[in-house]
């Protein structure tokens, strides 16, 4: 039986990665596989001219050295959920809008549900400040679980906390 394949979609801020901590307590680790996905800015060629000495550095070795640094900055996140028994692999992509990659992400790779943290946004700070969690929303047709944490958000093994109170997510079909 395949299991299912859940996108965890982070922006490498604390904030995003708070959902990772609570997978977890929603997803069973013998069904579920977990792809965590950044979308960065699309490099570009770098010149650097230093005492008499030019240096060429190429897109292809930016790329490699995001990777790195993006596995790098998962490692903990990475070793806790394949301690609690997930397959996870990190899978960056490059783009200038976050949200269009991750539609087509789960068009083309068969993902059956996305885990995601969301600022929860309205009115007009939505409008100004765009918002991926609300055009994923809109443009996938697939399960959402979206958690909108508080700056500190904390668990006791059961049950989300939120500032000492119970908090429960929004799970979105």
Do not use: C
């Amino acid at each position: 039986m395949r299991k299912n394949r859940v996108l965890i979609p982070i922006d490498g801020s604390d904030f995003s990665r708070q959902i990772l901590a609570q997978v977890p307590h929603f997803l069973d680790s013998t069904m579920n596989q977990l792809i965590l996905y950044q979308v960065v800015e699309e490099p570009r060629p770098v010149h650097i001219h230093d005492s008499g000495v030019d240096i060429d550095i190429y897109v292809d070795q930016i790329e490699n050295s995001m990777q790195m640094q993006m596995a790098d900055n998962l490692r903990v996140d990475l070793e806790q959920l394949r301690e609690a028994g997930f397959e996870v692999t990190a899978m960056l992509d490059f783009g200038e809008r976050p949200a269009r990659n991750i539609e087509t992400v789960v068009e083309e790779n068969d993902i059956d549900m996305i885990a995601m943290t969301t600022h929860g946004r309205s009115g007009l700070r939505r409008i100004f400040a765009g918002s991926v969690a609300e055009h994923v929303l809109h443009h996938v047709d697939v399960p959402i679980l979206l958690l909108r944490p508080k700056e500190a958000l904390s668990h006791d093994g059961q049950q989300l906390k939120v500032d000492g109170k119970d908090v429960e997510p929004m799970l979105l079909v």
